[in-house]
T-cell receptor, first 116, second 112 residues
Framework: DAGVIQSPRHEVTEMGQEVTLRCKPISGHNSLFWYRQTMMRGLELLIYFNNNVPIDDSGMPEDRFSAKMPNASFSTLKIQPSEPRDSAVYFC??????????????FGPGTRLTVT | DAKTTQPPSMDCAEGRAANLPCNHSTISGNEYVYWYRQIHSQGPQYIIHGLKNNETNEMASLIITEDRKSSTLILPHATLRDTAVYYCIVRVGTGANSKLTFGKGITLSVRP
């Protein structure tokens, strides 16, 4: 299994530009999670989907952030316009959600975003 | 907010057992305890989880106290590659409506 795939691995952009991060979950998984990690705030959950439907987006910092999951094998996290404080490592994770336990999440390698 | 508290750091000698403690005194009856670790510059990695009983897999053992207010992750024979941040997490919710809230974790340093 290829695991969770994220692209790009590194992104450097200027303030004000649109940034799109991509994620391909593990085949057969039905839940997908977007996290952001910084030194100051640690690992934060931004949004998660189940069966392609957003379940909880309370962690999305503001309207500049949006996420979509058009099908079971692809998700995007978009930042428009980007700001220097958005610089972080963004992780995507997927899991097979069940009713009891299980649901362990498998993380991708992350996208390191730098906004100058 | 994370429902767990962990010491910020600990170390152990290579080849010895590493016992990582975690307190979760407000855990509810149907909430699972999960452990993940994050090696520098990599995504977090699932280790093990449990509800009431002790659990063991190829990576580690999880010991949960009878009152479920605390747990210990045991790495039986720590190696240098086990140096990482270890997160103890109480999984809130069930099924599709569940999520993990990562705290600061405990930094384990394995010394030669």
């Amino acid at each position: 299994d290829a695991g969770v795939i994220q692209s790009p691995r590194h992104e450097v952009t200027e303030m004000g530009q649109e940034v799109t991060l991509r994620c391909k979950p593990i085949s057969g998984h039905n839940s997908l999670f977007w996290y952001r990690q910084t030194m100051m705030r640690g690992l934060e959950l931004l949004i998660y989907f189940n069966n392609n439907v957003p379940i909880d987006d309370s962690g999305m910092p503001e309207d500049r952030f949006s996420a979509k999951m058009p099908n079971a094998s692809f998700s995007t996290l978009k930042i428009q316009p980007s700001e220097p404080r958005d610089s972080a490592v963004y992780f995507c994770a997927s899991s097979l959600a069940g009713t009891q336990g299980g649901g362990e999440q498998y993380f991708g390698p992350g996208t390191r975003l730098t906004v100058t | 907010d994370a429902k767990t508290t962990q010491p910020p750091s600990m170390d152990c000698a290579e080849g010895r057992a590493a016992n990582l403690p975690c307190n979760h005194s407000t855990i509810s009856g149907n909430e699972y305890v999960y452990w993940y670790r994050q090696i520098h510059s990599q995504g977090p990695q699932y280790i093990i989880h449990g509800l009431k009983n002790n659990e063991t897999n190829e990576m580690a053992s999880l010991i949960i106290t009878e009152d479920r207010k605390s747990s210990t992750l045991i790495l039986p024979h720590a190696t240098l590659r086990d140096t990482a941040v270890y997160y103890c997490i109480v999984r809130v919710g069930t099924g599709a409506n569940s999520k993990l809230t990562f705290g600061k974790g405990i930094t384990l340093s394995v010394r030669p």
